[in-house]
């Protein structure tokens, strides 16, 4: 047995099973991310397996090292305020340069979405966005704000979304290579 530090899932035990065939990856009761591999592995191989890994293991495993947890929180907060400082000002010059009113504006942290408009006409917008490349972020400004006048994701929303963001198609995609989650 080995470990190491991971910068995503703190401290990472490495498990080396005579009998193991393939990798597998668990949380043991402690909390700790455990990767079981083949005797022999070496924890190069394994941290390069964690690295393959890494966007599926944060999706699907419930991670609990404490200094993980804390590490995320600390991260949340300064996202937030860089959210604070940042997203008011560009949504509003965004809604005043194409005329949208909007009736105020909710940053959120939510792990599924980067945006939303609620029926009352709150925004809600994620901070995680200030992790994102800016003509990502206004892509997703100027979509919540096409909502404003279309309640859905039809052919004139996103006529509209496209007069103020040529690129959204491009966007759109490339905003999938980001999650929301923090
Ligand atoms: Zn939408």
Do not use: C
Not at 110 to 120: E, I, Q
Not at 160 to 176: F, I
């Amino acid at each position: 047995m080995s470990s190491f530090i991971d910068k995503d899932f703190g401290e990472v035990v490495v498990r080396r099973n005579a009998w193991s065939t393939q990798v597998k990856v668990s949380v043991a009761t402690s909390g700790k991310l455990t990767i079981s591999v083949p005797t022999g592995t070496s924890d190069f191989l394994a941290k390069r397996f964690l690295n393959n890994m890494r966007e599926d293991i944060k999706k699907k495993l419930p991670i609990k090292d404490p200094s993980t947890q804390r590490a995320r929180d600390a991260q949340k907060k300064i996202l937030m305020k860089k959210a604070r400082e940042y997203l008011p000002y560009r949504l509003d010059f965004w809604a005043t340069k194409y005329g949208y009113q909007y009736s105020s504006l909710r940053l959120s942290h939510a792990n599924t979405r980067w945006g939303s408009r609620s029926s009352s006409g709150t925004i809600s917008l994620n901070i995680g966005l200030m992790n994102v490349p800016e003509p990502l972020r206004d892509y997703v400004i100027l979509h919540e704000l096409a909502h404003i006048n279309h309640m859905d994701h039809s052919s004139e929303f996103w006529a509209e979304v496209g007069q103020h963001d040529p690129n959204y198609k491009r966007h759109r995609e490339q905003l999938k290579h980001f999650s929301p989650g923090v």
